[in-house]
């Protein structure tokens, strides 16, 4: 099993032993880049969270959700910030300050925010030639 699928495990094995046992497949399709910095594991654990608590019928309040999320985040990265369990959970942008407390952010108004993502492969291609004379 790939390391970054580890903390994914733990957590959907920690909800089954909690909500059900049966036997269960769980396929995951994402178009989010794994390793960018932009949340996929968060977001993989949220949703599989949630799609467990559905499947077996069961209530899921936003706590316990965060609570399965900061689990899988902390065995996938250590020591992490908490960003992006609180991002996917409350679906609202959050101010981060390195030894402070998270802020969720609020406005008086609707904002539709709008990211757009485009990676760029860059080859380099290193040549190597011998010369006379040196």
Do not use: C
């Amino acid at each position: 099993m790939p390391d970054f699928l580890v903390g994914i495990k733990e957590m959907t094995e920690t909800i089954l032993s909690e909500i059900g046992q049966e036997p269960i497949l769980i396929r995951v399709i994402s178009e989010v880049p794994i390793g960018r910095g932009l949340g996929s594991s968060a977001a993989v654990a949220a949703s599989i969270t949630r799609a467990l608590f559905r499947y077996f019928n069961k209530h899921l309040t936003d706590e316990k959700l965060l609570k399965f999320v900061n689990q899988s985040e902390r065995i996938a990265h250590g020591n992490p910030s908490g960003v992006d369990a609180v991002t996917v959970v409350t679906g609202q942008p959050v101010w981060f300050q390195k030894n402070k407390a998270l802020e969720t952010l609020h406005f008086q108004k609707k904002i539709f925010w709008s990211l757009q993502i485009q990676e760029f492969q860059v080859k380099l291609v290193l040549r190597s030639q011998m010369l006379d004379g040196f």
